[in-house]
Each structure stands twice: as C-alpha cells, then as structure tokens.
C-alpha cells in the first residue's frame, strides 16, 4: 500500500469534453489520492455531472487523459470494464433495475461479474443491506420501496462490487426533504469506516463539511477552486464560489 | 371510460367478431339464395374427418391445419430470430451492419408478400436448392422478420438511459446487460405488438398456397375444385383460422400477465 498511497488513484489531465459545439469541460485537471473523498459543487450546468460521468466513461472524455487506478481510459473496452469494476456509481435517479428484487438487483454484477457462486453473491448481498440499513427489503421490488430506501439499495448495489472507489451523482437530489437525511448518513458512515476513494457531486454542505477531504467548486465546465473544507468555506479565493456558498447556504 | 374499457375486453371482442361475421354471414347467405346456391353443409364433417375401416382417418382440413400451424410456428420463430439480429443491428454502430440491415428492411417492407413468395420459389428455390415448404418458411420468416424488427428495436429504445448507464457501472458486458436488464423489460412492451405479429403470420401463411403448398388454403381450395362447395369451405376455413388466431390471443394474454412487473 506503500505505493499506493503516494499515488493518485485518480488523475484527470487537460481533460476537455464538447458535445457538438458546446463545451462542458475545458483544461480539467485533478488529483483524487486513495481514500480521499472530494465533495464537487457548483451551479447546475456547470459539468460537475459531466465530470465524474467521464471516470467511468459513462461520458467520453473529448481531449487530454483521464487515468484511474493505473489505468488510462481509452477506446479499449476491456480496459474500459476493468476500470468500471472498481469504479462504482449512485446515480441521481437510482436507476435499480425494476424487474429484479433488491436482492437480485444485488447480486446480478458480483454473480456476472465478479463470478461469485449464488450462495457468496447473496450472502454479501445482506451483508451490504445491513450496512444500508435495509436488510428486510432484500424480497421486495424497487417500486415497493421509497425513494430514501431506493438510494440506499443503489448505493448497496454499487458497495456490492466491492469497488476501490465509488462516484455519487448527486445522491440525494431526486429524494423528498425527510428522506435525505437517511441516504446522507449512510455515505457518512462509508466515509468514516471504509478506505474507500469517494467524489460526490451534491449541494449538501453540511455532509460536505462533515466528510469532504477536499472541496472543488466548477463553473461554465472549468474548476474554479480546489482547497480543504477549512479553507473553503470560510476564505473562498474566488468571488463566484463565495457568491455561490451565499446562495445555498442562505437557508 | 368504462365503456371503452367493456368494448375492448377479451369477450366483447368475440361477440363484436361475431356479430360481425354474423352479418356477412347473413349477407352472403341472403345472396347465395338469391344466386340459387344449393347449400351442402352436411356434405362439410367428411373434410374433418371419418371413420373407415381402420378407424378414424382425419380429413385434408385437419391435415392442412397441422401443416398451417408447422409452416406459421417455425416461420415464427425464424422471424424473432432474424428480427432480433436485424434489430441489434440496425442498433448498433457498426456502419456495414447497420447499412445491410436497413436494406434487408427497406426491401422486405416494400415488396408485395405474394411477388416474395415467387423470389423464394422460382428464382432462391432452384438456386439454393430448398423445396417449396423450405422457401415458404423462409419467405413467410424474412418477411416477417423485417416486421419484427421494427418492434423489438422499438421496445429496446423506450428502455430508459438510466438502465443502460447502471448496467454500465456494474461492468455487465454488453451480452449480459441485454440479457439481464434490457431484455427482461423490453419483452413487456414487445410481447402485445408480437401478438398481432404471430397472428399476422398465421393468416399470411395462406399466401403459400401459391406455389401449392399443402396447408389449410390450400387443402380448403382442392375440396372446392373436387365439389364446387365454395361458400360452405370457405366460410368453414375462415372459422377455422378465426378459432386458432383467438385461441392464440388468449394464450399471449396469459404469458403477458406472466411477465408483468410485480408490485
């Protein structure tokens, strides 16, 4: 782990990413060392969803060099697997598989993927349950839970693959207000028990306060401000991150 | 609402159907009366069947039912298959593919069934040497396969994103993201639209009677040429396809209700 630990498991260079005309990325550069959780922020449109999309090539990257864990991502679609295999993703809306039960929505990528026999797929499958809090559910289909346990299925589903690093596109955005708060405890727990590499794109700067290891403000595509919680919230550098931390932080 | 709801039920359906062919029925007995058409139903059982000798021998109908039913169910079958591929790859981004598949679609959509049936016969028969129940399967299967197509790529598109990228962020394979996720759901929106196709077929396998093969049509215009009973054979194959295209329905229906997501 030596090694490891000098490293950065993540490293974006000069990355750039148009669609058309448009560019939603421009001169990206960022480090995320292992274990590290990065809280990103910014208004909407501003490619923080982009961004993190681009490190499990959910986006293709348009120009510089994205590496994650050793490993550059390229055309290769091999190498594009590898990396999805320690790269995990909560998405915004969920996305849990409406056909399967929680626990086959579980056990589908370590079975697949990881190869593991039915009996191992499930047992870790609960483990993650309990760690999200829900292991009555595992019978149930997605559409019988509510949003707050959906997300933390989702999350349960990504912890499964036993990724080296987990990606969160903003988690709790689509939840109503009372749920937030019990997807948010769960990520808090993740970060202070496990090892894991995390990068969160939210606007809950309360979580982000009380996990983050570095704050990155991005705006019209670029990074505007990389600096620890400290710094961050109380002498943001830029005039548009202090405008923007008034903005939401209002309330 | 609840109208429209008891119009479109199963039952209704039926009796509409019948009432339906209730009045052609009338018509055409109203006219074939008027014609003087000497009316020979008693004459019809024997076509079903008899009792000789041996025993029970069945008729040329159930023959050429049996034949029907072979000839539609590999047609079928063939056809989800080809149309699958066809549809995997009109989806995908390989430029060759996806060039011969909109041309295998553009062809097959705009040829007349009945000018396909003679490509197959006269023209693919002799050259890759198939006899006519081999070219009629695979002209009733292409044909149809083009149909399918449209359908299941269609049922694959209304599939949201959000499954894909999940699929994706898991690592599955593209196989297995077909598989496990897009496919199981799909199906839902693809089985009522197969329905009608797999009926389709049915009904569409009476055009091989063209190049006389022995299927229900068929079997149905060689007692017309023997005993000039047209109104009585035709009307008896028409209930004959009618039964089984229902029979089939119901049968979909219940697989339908198999499938439906669970809540």
């Known amino acids: 782990m030596g090694m490891t630990n000098t490293a950065p498991i993540i490293e974006l260079r000069q990355v750039e990413k148009f669609y058309g005309q448009f560019q939603a990325l421009k001169d990206i550069n960022l480090k995320a060392m292992p274990g590290e959780r990065m809280v990103v922020c910014g208004p909407s449109g501003s490619g923080k969803s982009t961004l993190i999309r681009c490190i499990n090539r959910l986006e293709e990257h348009s120009a510089g060099q994205i590496i994650v864990d050793g490993m550059e991502l390229s055309e290769d679609t091999r190498n594009i697997r590898a990396i999805r295999m320690e790269v995990g993703m909560v998405f915004q809306q969920f996305n849990l598989f409406p056909h399967l039960t929680v626990l086959q929505n579980l056990t589908l990528g370590p079975m697949r ?53 987990m990606l969160f596109d903003e988690p709790t955005s689509a939840l109503d207000p009372e749920m937030i708060n019990e997807v948010l405890d769960v990520m808090v727990e993740l970060a202070q028990t496990t090892g894991m590499t ?50 939401i932080l209002q309330h | 609402m609840n109208m429209s709801r008891i119009l479109r039920s199963p039952a209704s359906s039926v009796v509409q159907y019948l009432i339906v062919v209730g009045l052609i029925t009338y018509a055409a ?3 074939a009366q008027s014609l003087g058409y000497n009316w020979q139903w008693y004459r019809v059982p024997q076509f079903f069947g008899k ?29 989800v298959v080809l149309g699958f591929g066809l549809a995997l790859l009109r989806l995908s981004n390989l430029i060759i593919g996806n060039a011969f598949a909109n041309v ?5 959509r705009n040829s007349p069934i009945l000018v396909l049936v003679y490509v197959f016969y006269y023209v693919l028969g002799p050259i890759f040497d198939f006899d006519r129940f081999t070219a009629s399967i695979l002209c009733l299967a292409v044909f ?14 209304a599939i949201k994103r959000g499954q894909w990228e999940a699929a994706s962020s898991i690592a599955l394979t593209p196989v297995d993201t077909y598989r496990y996720v897009i496919m199981p759901q799909a199906i839902r929106l693809i089985l009522p639209a197969m329905t009608s196709e797999a009926i389709h077929v049915l009904k569409n396998s009476a055009i091989v009677s063209v190049i006389a093969v022995a299927e229900l049509t068929t079997a149905g215009r060689n007692i017309i040429s023997d005993t000039f009973m047209s109104f009585e054979i035709w009307l008896t194959v028409a209930a004959i396809y009618f039964v089984v295209t229902v029979a089939l329905s119901a049968l979909i229906s219940l697989m339908e209700k198999k499938y439906a997501i669970r809540q």
Request: net charge positive; aromatic share 8%.
């Open chain 2, 29 to 31: 007995y109203g006219g």
């Open chain 1, 113 to 165: 993927v990881r190869k593991l026999s039915k009996a191992e797929a499930e047992s870790r499958a609960l483990t993650y349950l309990e760690r999200v809090r829900i292991p009555e559910q595992a019978h149930k289909y997605p559409a019988q839970l509510s949003g707050g346990q959906q997300q933390r299925v989702a999350i349960a589903r990504s912890l499964c693959m036993e990724p080296r690093i």
């Open chain 1, 198 to 247: 995390m990068i969160v794109v939210t606007h809950e700067m309360g979580f982000a306060r009380k996990v983050a290891d570095t704050m990155v403000f991005m705006e019209s595509g670029a990074i505007v401000e990389t600096a620890p919680p400290e710094t961050f919230f109380t002498s943001p550098r830029s005039e548009r991150c202090r405008a923007f931390l008034n903005q």
């Open chain 2, 104 to 108: 295998v679609m553009e062809v097959v």
């Open chain 2, 51 to 79: 009792f000789g000798p041996d025993g029970f021998v069945w008729g040329p109908l159930p023959e050429g039912l049996l034949n029907t039913l072979i000839l539609s169910g590999i047609s079928f079958v063939l056809a």
């Open chain 2, 144 to 157: 149809h396969a083009a149909l399918i197509s449209e359908i299941i790529r269609a049922g694959i598109r």
